[in-house]
């Protein structure tokens, strides 16, 4: 596999950080990751935006232009050899004199392999646990995953799939996903102290003029109300929740507006 760095492409494992870069020392550093589908990067547009975003929150400055990125990220792609791949770009706080200056920041691209998910996740859905818990800056997509990681062992003894973020009795998100629910048939979305996906951003023009749609806070004590839920992101595109905590959501199925959700992504897909 091959990465880019600081203007090189170069094999991954020589892809390293000095021990002072204040991405390893401080988690000082913003991320985004995209994949292909049918070989082409699906919406790169939208995730170079919001990359640019979340570097410009942290004040650090990206050296390359949209089309230099692009064409980068084409030759990654040939020389990986994969039929689908994703790509990680990754801005650093680079390295410091002081553990707390910026002076140059590093930006990496790094091609890596798809993660597989059976037709099981989607066919019979997943069940989450709730975590009280707000990201710091939750608009950009900061590397800080500390909550996630720490609490990995406790999402596996619970047997389930993801931790939903709450906060203050608000629903935000999945440590890596957005969280969708159906209300009877209006399709309910939390809207602010997330991070903005941008298969999250697919699902709602998919939506639009299909199912009514509202953006709000949403309150955790509206998850034993819904009728149907799903979570969305980069990998899983459009996956079924059947189960948050104890609550059955529905009737513990796959819903019918979710069923035609995940075929409009489908053909999405297909024809971007």
Same mark, same amino acid.
């Given at each position: 596999?091959?990465?880019?760095?600081?203007?090189?492409?170069?094999?991954?494992?020589?892809?390293? !950080?000095?021990?002072?870069?204040?991405?390893? #020392?401080? @988690?000082?550093? /913003?991320?985004?990751? +995209?994949?292909?589908? *049918?070989?082409?990067?699906?919406?790169?547009?939208?995730? #170079?935006?919001?990359?640019?975003? &979340?570097?410009?929150?942290?004040?650090?400055?990206? /050296?390359? @232009?949209?089309?230099?990125?692009? /064409?980068?990220?084409?030759?990654?792609?040939?020389?990986? *050899? #994969?039929?689908?791949?994703?790509?990680?770009?990754?801005?650093?706080?680079?390295? @410091?004199?002081? &553990?707390?200056?910026?002076?140059?920041?590093?930006?990496?691209?790094?091609?890596?392999?798809?993660?597989?998910? *059976?037709?099981?996740?989607?066919?019979?859905?997943?069940?989450?646990?709730?975590?009280?818990?707000?990201?710091?800056?939750?608009?950009?997509?900061?590397?800080?995953? #500390?909550?996630?990681?720490?609490?990995?062992? +406790?999402?596996?003894?619970?047997?389930?799939?993801?931790?939903?973020?709450?906060?203050?009795?608000?629903?935000?998100?999945?440590?890596?996903?957005?969280?969708?629910?159906?209300?009877?048939?209006?399709?309910?979305?939390?809207?602010?102290?997330?991070?903005?996906? %941008?298969?999250?951003? !697919? !699902?709602?023009?998919?939506?639009?003029?299909?199912?009514?749609?509202?953006?709000? /806070? %949403?309150?955790? $004590?509206?998850?034993?109300?819904? &009728?149907?839920?799903?979570?969305?992101?980069?990998?899983?595109?459009?996956?079924?929740?059947?189960?948050?905590? $104890?609550?059955?959501?529905?009737? *513990?199925? !796959?819903?019918?507006?979710?069923?035609?959700?995940?075929?409009?992504?489908?053909?999405?897909?297909?024809?971007?």
């Amino acid at each position: 596999m091959y990465c880019f760095k600081n203007g090189d492409i170069i094999p991954c494992e020589q892809a390293v !950080v000095h021990v002072s870069d204040l991405g390893l #020392l401080r @988690s000082y550093a /913003a991320f985004d990751y +995209l994949r292909t589908y *049918g070989g082409r990067p699906f919406h790169l547009a939208q995730h #170079l935006q919001r990359f640019r975003n &979340s570097a410009a929150g942290l004040g650090l400055s990206i /050296a390359y @232009s949209d089309a230099e990125i692009t /064409a980068i990220i084409g030759e990654l792609l040939e020389k990986s *050899g #994969l039929p689908e791949a994703a790509f990680r770009l990754v801005i650093t706080g680079g390295n @410091s004199p002081d &553990s707390m200056t910026i002076v140059q920041p590093n930006f990496f691209i790094t091609t890596e392999k798809l993660p597989h998910y *059976g037709p099981e996740y989607f066919e019979k859905g997943v069940k989450l646990i709730t975590n009280e818990y707000l990201r710091d800056v939750p608009e950009l997509k900061s590397t800080g995953y #500390l909550n996630a990681i720490k609490l990995a062992p +406790l999402v596996r003894q619970h047997g389930a799939h993801d931790m939903l973020y709450c906060h203050d009795g608000q629903v935000l998100e999945l440590t890596r996903n957005n969280m969708f629910f159906f209300m009877g048939g209006t399709l309910v979305t939390p809207r602010d102290n997330i991070l903005p996906g %941008v298969t999250r951003g !697919v !699902v709602l023009d998919l939506c639009r003029g299909v199912f009514p749609i509202e953006e709000r /806070a %949403v309150g955790v $004590d509206e998850i034993a109300r819904a &009728s149907e839920a799903f979570l969305t992101g980069t990998t899983k595109g459009v996956m079924p929740v059947v189960q948050i905590d $104890d609550t059955i959501i529905g009737d *513990g199925t !796959v819903g019918p507006n979710t069923r035609r959700l995940m075929d409009l992504f489908r053909t999405h897909t297909h024809h971007h």
